[in-house]
């Protein structure tokens, strides 16, 4: 026998539009294989009479924010408004009034997420966010579900498709023999849609820094907020360094990592050179991708459209559907209790690192600059000299070293007489 479910969703953006379409083009499939029948009922948007991608019937468009989260006819909200506020108390008013909420905003589950977890709990009902992070790609379910029981011990990924767009033009720039200047790839991904007017979210990394927070409260049972990460943007990366990495067999990607070590939780967000047998090196353009390392399941990767109004909504239909099943069923997903998290700083963090140094071409150079190395216990595993004269240029990859002691060792360089510039310090990161 069938049941109807009625969805209240708040915001028709690109998501919401694209959600009503494959809710209406799913519906029949859905029905078939669940026995429910799921349908739009209301539509909260600021404009009533803005152009739309979608027809609605008439009665189902409101203004009225708080009359959806409350209609008692509501049985699912889906939040796609974005923001902290408005939405978190739109969120806590639906669990509340007893309705599952399905959400796409990493940015309110990154700062206050635990929040909004516990009273779902407290309400039984779902808070489901598969769209949140690396949009149509089920990376929560696999972490919330598959992988409940797997000690995990780092995720690593591009959780970013406008610096992965940008990375990935300068890449291919480099290997062509062509200028591979970073404004130009930006305003190539403001052209094309991958990057906003205002960039800034996403070449920083507090785009990727939220759904880094997410992941590592989802994948280590702990309170991790966003402002927790470490972000380092890619607006330094040259064309020089690029080029140095893929010499060196390593391809340039803007990585999200988070690692459970010793009790304590790394969360960080900078570029970082992957070797180019890794998986991660092939992820080009916009696409997406979550490598997770487990203790016994070894190595999964997951990959796809990691933004766009499609894959978005596609995840968030899924939740919609599993939010549906659970209150058929009576049930709801829960994370449990968070645990609160010890943050590992950054300058307690690990890697190697590559450093190229611009530098005078003449003898006890090389010993001046190891010494400063060795001096403060970095290790060197590559030294290569890259022209002579006044082009001289040192290039160093270093063993597994402390960031602080790295940073330190960059800093004394900087004071030598024969050292004329330090480049950027880029991260070693999948060996």
């Known amino acids: 026998m069938t049941s109807e479910l009625t969805i209240g969703l ?39 009479s803005a152009p739309r991608e979608v027809e609605l019937a008439d009665g189902v468009l409101t203004r009225d924010t708080h009359g959806v989260v409350t209609d008692p006819s509501i049985d699912i909200v889906v939040e796609a ?19 599952s909420v399905v959400t796409a905003n990493k940015e309110l589950l990154a700062n206050v997420g635990a929040e909004l977890y516990t009273a ?25 579900e598959s ?16 610096t992965n767009y940008i990375l990935t ?22 052209r094309l849609g991958y990057a906003e007017r205002d960039p800034t979210a996403d070449v920083e990394g507090f785009d990727a820094g939220a759904k880094a927070a997410i992941i590592a409260t989802v994948a280590f049972g702990a309170k991790v907020v966003a402002g927790d990460v470490y972000h380092e943007g890619i607006g330094a990366i040259t064309a020089a360094e690029i080029a140095i990495a893929r010499r060196l067999g390593y391809v340039v990607k803007p990585l999200a990592i988070v690692e459970r070590d010793n009790g304590e939780i790394s969360v960080r967000v900078h570029p970082a050179m992957v070797p180019l047998d890794h998986p991660l090196a092939t992820v080009r353009d916009s696409f997406n991708a979550v490598f997770v390392e487990g203790r016994f399941v070894d190595s999964l990767m997951f990959y796809g459209r990691g933004a766009g109004g499609a894959p978005t909504a596609s995840a968030v239909f899924g939740d919609v559907v599993d939010a549906a099943l659970n209150l058929q069923s009576g049930t709801h997903r829960t994370l ?11 300058d307690e963090s690990t890697a190697e690192y590559l450093l190229g140094l611009d530098v005078a071409d003449r003898p006890g150079v090389l010993h ?22 006044p082009d001289a240029r040192l290039v160093f990859i270093t063993h597994v070293a402390r960031e602080s002691d790295v940073q330190a060792t960059v800093r004394q360089l900087r004071d030598l007489d024969d050292v004329r510039n330090v480049g950027g310090l880029l991260r070693v990161i999948g060996d």
Do not use: W
Not at 82 to 98: D, F, K, S, T, V
Not at 147 to 162: A, C, S, Y
Not at 169 to 190: C, E, N, P
């Open 81 to 99: 408004i974005g923001g902290i506020e408005p939405a978190r108390g739109l969120i806590l008013q639906a669990l509340a009034n007893g309705k």
């Open 120 to 144: 779902a709990d407290t309400a039984g009902r779902d808070l489901l966010f598969e769209a949140a992070v690396a949009g149509g790609i089920p990376i929560m379910r696999a972490l919330r």
């Open 336 to 346: 449990g209790a968070l645990a609160p998290a010890a943050i590992r700083p950054i």
């Open 368 to 389: 001046a600059v190891t010494g400063v190395f060795a001096e403060h216990g970095v290790s060197i595993r590559v030294a290569e000299q890259e022209g002579n004269g």
């Open 10 to 48: 708040l915001g028709c953006g690109n998501v919401g539009a694209a959600l009503v379409q494959l809710v209406e083009a799913q519906a029949d499939d859905v029905e078939q294989r669940t026995g429910i029948r799921l349908r739009i009922a209301r539509v909260a948007v600021r404009n009533l």
């Open 147 to 162: 992988l409940h029981g797997e000690p995990i011990d780092r995720v690593l990924g591009i959780i970013n498709g406008t």
């Open 169 to 190: 033009k300068m890449t291919d720039a480099v290997d062509f023999g062509g200028d591979a200047d970073y404004a130009a790839a930006l305003s190539d991904a403001q």
